[in-house]
Protein backbone atom coordinates (compact mmCIF):
# COMPACT_ATOMS: atom_id res chain seq x y z
CA UNK A 1 0.00 0.00 0.00
CA UNK A 2 1.47 3.54 -0.77
CA UNK A 3 2.20 5.79 2.07
CA UNK A 4 0.42 8.65 1.15
CA UNK A 5 -0.51 10.12 4.89
CA UNK A 6 1.85 11.87 7.03
CA UNK A 7 1.88 10.24 10.79
CA UNK A 8 2.31 13.93 12.57
CA UNK A 9 -1.25 15.15 10.36
CA UNK A 10 -2.89 12.97 14.00
CA UNK A 11 -3.59 14.46 16.91
CA UNK A 12 -3.79 11.98 20.32
CA UNK A 13 -6.92 11.26 19.73
CA UNK A 14 -6.60 10.01 16.52
CA UNK A 15 -3.58 8.09 16.64
CA UNK A 16 -5.36 6.20 19.61
CA UNK A 17 -8.68 6.05 17.64
CA UNK A 18 -6.20 4.76 14.78
CA UNK A 19 -4.56 1.84 17.14
CA UNK A 20 -8.17 1.14 17.89
CA UNK A 21 -8.68 0.40 14.32
CA UNK A 22 -5.34 -2.07 13.88
CA UNK A 23 -6.71 -3.94 16.88
CA UNK A 24 -3.96 -2.87 19.29
CA UNK A 25 -4.52 -1.79 22.78
CA UNK A 26 -5.97 2.39 22.75
CA UNK A 27 -3.18 3.36 25.12
CA UNK A 28 -0.21 2.33 22.11
CA UNK A 29 -1.91 5.75 20.95
CA UNK A 30 -0.64 8.06 23.49
CA UNK A 31 2.31 6.23 23.16
CA UNK A 32 3.25 6.85 19.53
CA UNK A 33 2.42 10.85 20.09
CA UNK A 34 4.52 11.10 22.54
CA UNK A 35 7.36 9.38 20.43
CA UNK A 36 6.60 11.77 17.94
CA UNK A 37 6.02 15.27 19.37
CA UNK A 38 7.97 14.89 22.90
CA UNK A 39 11.09 12.82 22.13
CA UNK A 40 11.31 13.97 18.82
CA UNK A 41 11.68 10.29 16.89
CA UNK A 42 12.87 10.51 12.85
CA UNK A 43 11.45 6.58 12.65
CA UNK A 44 8.64 4.13 13.59
CA UNK A 45 11.23 1.63 14.66
CA UNK A 46 12.77 4.08 17.62
CA UNK A 47 9.83 3.36 19.06
CA UNK A 48 10.47 0.56 21.66
CA UNK A 49 7.69 -0.18 23.22
CA UNK A 50 5.55 -0.30 20.38
CA UNK A 51 4.46 -3.86 19.43
CA UNK A 52 6.48 -4.81 16.44
CA UNK A 53 3.23 -5.92 14.30
CA UNK A 54 2.36 -2.21 15.02
CA UNK A 55 4.93 -0.23 14.13
CA UNK A 56 4.79 -2.70 10.79
CA UNK A 57 0.97 -1.93 10.20
CA UNK A 58 2.60 1.89 10.76
CA UNK A 59 5.29 2.04 8.61
CA UNK A 60 3.46 0.33 5.78
CA UNK A 61 0.56 3.00 5.50
CA UNK A 62 2.22 6.24 6.99
CA UNK A 63 5.08 8.80 6.31
CA UNK A 64 6.66 9.59 9.22
CA UNK A 65 8.84 12.56 7.90
CA UNK A 66 7.39 15.20 5.10
CA UNK A 67 9.97 17.67 4.54
CA UNK A 68 13.62 18.19 4.44
CA UNK A 69 16.05 20.81 4.09
CA UNK A 70 17.07 22.00 0.70
CA UNK A 71 19.61 24.66 1.97
CA UNK A 72 19.97 26.76 5.52
CA UNK A 73 21.22 30.41 5.93
CA UNK A 74 22.49 31.26 8.85
CA UNK A 75 22.71 35.60 9.19
CA UNK A 76 25.93 37.48 9.69
CA UNK A 77 24.06 40.38 11.35
CA UNK A 78 21.89 38.73 14.17
CA UNK A 79 21.28 34.98 15.55
CA UNK A 80 18.74 34.06 12.76
CA UNK A 81 18.46 31.40 10.90
CA UNK A 82 16.73 30.51 7.77
CA UNK A 83 15.80 27.03 6.44
CA UNK A 84 14.52 26.35 2.55
CA UNK A 85 12.62 23.09 3.53
CA UNK A 86 11.13 20.84 0.67
CA UNK A 87 8.09 19.23 0.77
CA UNK A 88 7.28 15.32 -0.69
CA UNK A 89 5.52 16.99 -3.85
CA UNK A 90 8.50 18.89 -4.35
CA UNK A 91 7.50 22.61 -3.35
CA UNK A 92 9.34 24.75 -1.24
CA UNK A 93 8.95 26.55 1.72
CA UNK A 94 10.60 28.17 4.38
CA UNK A 95 10.73 28.61 8.49
CA UNK A 96 13.16 30.75 10.32
CA UNK A 97 14.94 30.29 13.53
CA UNK A 98 15.45 33.46 15.38
CA UNK A 99 17.60 33.81 18.59
CA UNK A 100 17.38 37.21 20.90
CA UNK A 101 18.73 36.47 24.26
CA UNK A 102 16.43 33.97 26.31
CA UNK A 103 14.05 34.12 23.33
CA UNK A 104 14.45 31.43 20.62
CA UNK A 105 10.75 32.37 18.00
CA UNK A 106 10.37 30.19 15.52
CA UNK A 107 8.22 31.49 12.29
CA UNK A 108 6.74 28.76 10.29
CA UNK A 109 4.35 28.87 7.22
CA UNK A 110 0.78 27.54 6.26
CA UNK A 111 0.77 27.92 2.96
CA UNK A 112 3.17 27.01 0.23
CA UNK A 113 2.75 30.88 -1.35
CA UNK A 114 -0.31 32.85 -0.31
CA UNK A 115 -3.17 34.46 -2.38
CA UNK A 116 -4.04 37.46 -0.24
CA UNK A 117 -1.35 39.26 -2.41
CA UNK A 118 -0.55 42.35 -0.37
CA UNK A 119 1.90 44.61 -2.31
CA UNK A 120 4.85 45.15 -0.34
CA UNK A 121 4.79 41.01 0.66
CA UNK A 122 7.35 39.10 -1.55
CA UNK A 123 5.21 36.16 -0.52
CA UNK A 124 2.47 37.26 -2.28
CA UNK A 125 3.87 37.66 -5.71
CA UNK A 126 4.37 33.45 -5.50
CA UNK A 127 0.68 33.15 -5.64
CA UNK A 128 -0.45 30.23 -4.20
CA UNK A 129 0.21 26.41 -4.96
CA UNK A 130 -1.53 24.78 -2.06
CA UNK A 131 -2.27 24.88 1.97
CA UNK A 132 0.43 23.13 4.43
CA UNK A 133 -1.00 19.85 6.35
CA UNK A 134 -1.04 20.29 10.24
CA UNK A 135 1.91 17.65 9.72
CA UNK A 136 3.77 19.77 7.49
CA UNK A 137 3.21 22.80 9.47
CA UNK A 138 4.51 20.80 12.89
CA UNK A 139 7.38 19.26 10.79
CA UNK A 140 8.61 22.90 10.85
CA UNK A 141 9.07 23.01 14.11
CA UNK A 142 10.76 19.83 14.99
CA UNK A 143 13.28 20.44 12.16
CA UNK A 144 14.17 23.69 13.84
CA UNK A 145 14.58 21.68 17.16
CA UNK A 146 16.66 19.06 15.69
CA UNK A 147 19.16 21.66 13.88
CA UNK A 148 19.38 24.82 16.29
CA UNK A 149 20.60 24.09 19.75
CA UNK A 150 18.51 25.98 21.91
CA UNK A 151 14.92 25.43 23.64
CA UNK A 152 12.23 27.33 21.25
CA UNK A 153 10.02 29.01 23.69
CA UNK A 154 7.63 31.23 21.33
CA UNK A 155 6.29 30.49 17.45
CA UNK A 156 4.41 32.31 15.17
CA UNK A 157 2.24 31.64 12.28
CA UNK A 158 3.63 34.66 10.24
CA UNK A 159 5.62 33.13 7.60
CA UNK A 160 4.53 31.95 4.13
CA UNK A 161 0.47 32.22 3.76
CA UNK A 162 -2.59 33.27 5.26
CA UNK A 163 -3.36 31.35 8.30
CA UNK A 164 -6.79 31.72 8.34
CA UNK A 165 -6.97 30.73 5.11
CA UNK A 166 -5.90 27.33 6.31
CA UNK A 167 -7.88 27.59 9.51
CA UNK A 168 -8.32 24.12 10.63
CA UNK A 169 -4.82 22.68 9.82
CA UNK A 170 -3.36 26.01 11.52
CA UNK A 171 -5.22 25.27 14.77
CA UNK A 172 -4.64 21.55 14.73
CA UNK A 173 -1.11 22.56 14.72
CA UNK A 174 -1.03 25.10 17.67
CA UNK A 175 -2.94 22.20 19.62
CA UNK A 176 -0.36 20.29 18.87
CA UNK A 177 2.31 23.06 19.88
CA UNK A 178 0.46 23.59 23.46
CA UNK A 179 -0.67 20.02 24.34
CA UNK A 180 1.56 18.77 27.17
CA UNK A 181 1.95 15.44 26.17
CA UNK A 182 3.77 16.67 23.17
CA UNK A 183 5.80 20.16 21.90
CA UNK A 184 4.56 21.59 25.04
CA UNK A 185 4.26 25.17 24.42
CA UNK A 186 1.98 27.77 26.89
CA UNK A 187 -0.82 28.85 24.72
CA UNK A 188 0.83 32.64 25.48
CA UNK A 189 3.51 31.43 23.66
CA UNK A 190 1.88 30.87 20.06
CA UNK A 191 0.73 33.49 18.00
CA UNK A 192 -1.41 33.58 14.90
CA UNK A 193 -1.37 36.41 12.39
CA UNK A 194 -4.09 37.23 9.97
CA UNK A 195 -4.68 39.65 7.12
CA UNK A 196 -8.27 39.94 8.83
CA UNK A 197 -10.30 37.51 7.12
CA UNK A 198 -13.13 38.43 9.27
CA UNK A 199 -15.37 35.42 9.32
CA UNK A 200 -12.30 33.39 11.37
CA UNK A 201 -11.59 35.98 13.36
CA UNK A 202 -15.05 35.37 14.23
CA UNK A 203 -15.38 31.70 14.81
CA UNK A 204 -11.82 32.08 16.55
CA UNK A 205 -13.15 34.12 19.21
CA UNK A 206 -16.19 31.59 19.43
CA UNK A 207 -14.23 28.66 19.66
CA UNK A 208 -12.31 30.33 22.66
CA UNK A 209 -8.51 29.76 21.96
CA UNK A 210 -5.98 31.06 24.25
CA UNK A 211 -3.82 31.84 21.64
CA UNK A 212 -2.48 35.82 20.68
CA UNK A 213 -4.06 36.64 17.67
CA UNK A 214 -2.77 39.62 15.31
CA UNK A 215 -3.63 41.41 12.95
CA UNK A 216 -1.99 42.56 9.80
CA UNK A 217 -3.28 46.30 9.56
CA UNK A 218 -0.64 48.49 7.81
CA UNK A 219 -3.17 51.10 7.27
CA UNK A 220 -4.97 53.67 8.54
CA UNK A 221 -8.22 54.63 6.04
CA UNK A 222 -9.61 52.21 3.95
CA UNK A 223 -8.66 53.55 0.43
CA UNK A 224 -5.44 53.48 1.62
CA UNK A 225 -5.79 50.02 2.76
CA UNK A 226 -6.99 48.66 -0.39
CA UNK A 227 -4.10 49.68 -2.74
CA UNK A 228 -1.91 47.61 -0.70
CA UNK A 229 -3.87 44.80 1.23
CA UNK A 230 -6.90 44.22 -1.75
CA UNK A 231 -7.99 41.83 0.91
CA UNK A 232 -9.66 44.78 2.15
CA UNK A 233 -12.49 45.49 -0.75
CA UNK A 234 -14.24 42.36 0.82
CA UNK A 235 -12.68 42.34 4.51
CA UNK A 236 -13.24 46.39 4.90
CA UNK A 237 -11.38 48.23 7.78
CA UNK A 238 -14.12 49.60 9.53
CA UNK A 239 -15.65 45.63 9.87
CA UNK A 240 -12.06 44.32 11.16
CA UNK A 241 -11.68 46.87 13.87
CA UNK A 242 -15.32 45.78 14.44
CA UNK A 243 -14.48 42.20 14.41
CA UNK A 244 -11.30 42.29 16.99
CA UNK A 245 -13.73 44.09 19.34
CA UNK A 246 -15.83 41.05 19.26
CA UNK A 247 -12.52 39.19 19.84
CA UNK A 248 -11.78 41.47 22.75
CA UNK A 249 -15.65 40.75 23.96
CA UNK A 250 -15.70 37.20 23.62
CA UNK A 251 -11.80 36.56 24.91
CA UNK A 252 -10.86 39.46 27.56
CA UNK A 253 -7.57 39.31 25.66
CA UNK A 254 -5.67 41.79 23.48
CA UNK A 255 -4.94 41.26 20.09
CA UNK A 256 -1.91 42.90 18.48
CA UNK A 257 -2.16 45.39 15.57
CA UNK A 258 0.89 44.53 13.21
CA UNK A 259 1.06 48.20 11.46
CA UNK A 260 4.32 47.62 8.60
CA UNK A 261 5.56 51.26 8.53
CA UNK A 262 6.56 52.38 4.43
CA UNK A 263 7.60 55.92 3.46
CA UNK A 264 5.42 58.60 2.56
CA UNK A 265 2.69 55.66 2.45
CA UNK A 266 1.33 55.38 5.79
CA UNK A 267 4.16 56.65 8.39
CA UNK A 268 3.19 60.43 8.66
CA UNK A 269 1.84 62.48 11.27
CA UNK A 270 -1.61 62.54 9.70
CA UNK A 271 -1.30 58.97 9.36
CA UNK A 272 -0.46 58.59 13.03
CA UNK A 273 -3.30 61.02 14.31
CA UNK A 274 -5.96 58.43 11.88
CA UNK A 275 -4.40 55.55 13.46
CA UNK A 276 -4.97 56.57 16.88
CA UNK A 277 -8.92 57.76 16.05
CA UNK A 278 -9.49 54.98 13.66
CA UNK A 279 -8.49 52.35 16.79
CA UNK A 280 -10.19 54.83 19.17
CA UNK A 281 -10.53 52.78 22.49
CA UNK A 282 -10.12 49.66 21.67
CA UNK A 283 -8.27 47.67 24.11
CA UNK A 284 -4.74 46.45 22.14
CA UNK A 285 -1.25 46.23 20.99
CA UNK A 286 0.24 48.04 18.31
CA UNK A 287 3.06 46.45 16.77
CA UNK A 288 5.21 48.65 14.42
CA UNK A 289 7.56 47.25 12.14
CA UNK A 290 10.12 49.16 9.86
CA UNK A 291 9.22 47.46 6.17
CA UNK A 292 11.53 45.40 4.97
CA UNK A 293 12.49 46.24 1.42
CA UNK A 294 12.04 44.07 -1.59
CA UNK A 295 11.64 44.39 -5.27
CA UNK A 296 8.98 47.18 -5.66
CA UNK A 297 7.93 50.75 -4.80
CA UNK A 298 8.08 50.81 -0.99
CA UNK A 299 10.59 52.09 0.63
CA UNK A 300 11.91 52.10 4.42
CA UNK A 301 11.37 55.12 6.08
CA UNK A 302 14.40 56.96 7.82
CA UNK A 303 15.08 56.40 11.40
CA UNK A 304 13.89 59.95 11.77
CA UNK A 305 10.78 59.16 10.62
CA UNK A 306 10.19 56.33 12.63
CA UNK A 307 10.74 58.43 15.75
CA UNK A 308 8.81 60.87 15.15
CA UNK A 309 5.84 58.08 13.93
CA UNK A 310 6.34 56.24 17.11
CA UNK A 311 6.08 59.71 19.28
CA UNK A 312 2.98 60.41 17.50
CA UNK A 313 0.96 57.38 18.98
CA UNK A 314 3.30 56.79 22.52
CA UNK A 315 0.91 58.43 24.45
CA UNK A 316 -2.35 56.83 24.03
CA UNK A 317 -4.23 53.99 25.43
CA UNK A 318 -3.08 51.12 23.48
CA UNK A 319 0.49 49.41 24.12
CA UNK A 320 3.13 50.72 21.10
CA UNK A 321 5.90 48.15 20.30
CA UNK A 322 8.51 48.65 17.78
CA UNK A 323 9.75 45.10 16.02
CA UNK A 324 13.26 45.64 14.83
CA UNK A 325 13.23 42.22 12.30
CA UNK A 326 15.93 40.20 12.64
CA UNK A 327 17.39 38.49 9.37
CA UNK A 328 17.46 40.75 6.81
CA UNK A 329 20.46 40.08 5.19
CA UNK A 330 19.40 36.56 4.29
CA UNK A 331 15.42 37.91 3.28
CA UNK A 332 14.33 36.55 6.86
CA UNK A 333 12.39 39.99 7.41
CA UNK A 334 9.10 40.20 7.96
CA UNK A 335 7.78 40.40 4.17
CA UNK A 336 10.95 38.74 2.65
CA UNK A 337 9.84 35.37 2.45
CA UNK A 338 9.44 33.88 -1.39
CA UNK A 339 10.37 31.15 -3.25
CA UNK A 340 10.55 32.69 -6.77
CA UNK A 341 10.86 30.72 -10.12
CA UNK A 342 14.47 32.05 -12.05
Known amino acids: MKKTKLIKDFNERELIDLCESFDFPKFHGSQIYK????????????????????KEKLSTNYKINCLKIFKQNKSKIDNTTKFLLETHDKK????????????????????????????????????????????????????????????????????????????????????????????????????????????????????????????????????????????????????LIKSVWYYHKKSKRLATFEYVLMENVNDSSSDAERLINLIGDLPCKINLIPYNEIDGPFKRPSDERIKRFVKAIKNTNFIVTVRWSKGTDINSGCGQLAILES
Open 35 to 54: WLFQKKCNTINEMTNIPQKL
Open 92 to 239: YIEAVSMIDNNRHTVCISSQIGCNVDCDFCATGKMGITRNLSSGEITEQLLIVNKHINRKITNVVFMGMGEPFLNYKQVINAAKLFNNRSGINLSSQRITISTVGIIPKIKQYSEEGHKYKLAISLNSNHQSQRVQIMPISKIHTIND
